[in-house]
């Protein structure tokens, strides 16, 4: 499966809620999984892989979640600036500012409502897939100066490489 790269329309969609879990659903998980994996992802939302569906996984600091029809529910006020990258926009990073803490709530393979409590790289990791399912890349966080020169270096990186 090939992650999606900045310019493709699907990333700039707002992804459609999952109707119900089936086969469908369980291999599209399982392809996003394998994907992330072969990436070496913290996170990777299914725009990224070009389908327009609420689904996250996320692989951080030991802990490993897929959920469907995610809802962030809560960030702290607390926000700090680390520099941030994307598997869509590969080759390029720039600092983020992002809530401390996010909690997530969201529907398992097995049908189960879990809530996700995470700080620090988990916290980061969850409210940037999050803006993935909502059409938003971090570049949209970054200010128009800021945006243009990274978008440049990542065009350049991209003619250099072809």
Known sequence: MEIR????????????????????IRA???RMVETML?????????????????????????????LINPVLIETSEEVEQVREGCLSVPG?????????RAVVEG???????????????????????MDHLNGNLFLDRLSPARRRSLL???????????
């Open 5 to 24: 790269t900045y310019g493709d329309g699907t990333l700039r969609r707002p992804a459609k809620p999952v109707d119900a879990i089936d086969d469908e």
């Open 38 to 66: 072969r990436a070496n992802g913290a996170g990777l939302a299914a725009p990224q892989i070009g389908i327009s569906k609420q689904i996250i996984v996320l692989d951080v600091e030991g802990e490993f979640h897929i």
């Open 152 to 162: 440049k270096e990542y065009r350049r990186q991209r003619e250099e490489s072809a």
């Open 92 to 100: 390029v990073d720039a600092p983020v500012d992002r809530a401390v």
């Open 28 to 30: 599209i998980c399982e």
């Open 107 to 129: 529907t398992t393979l097995e049908g189960e409502t879990v809530c996700i409590e995470g700080e620090g790289l988990l916290a980061r990791a969850i409210q940037h897939e």
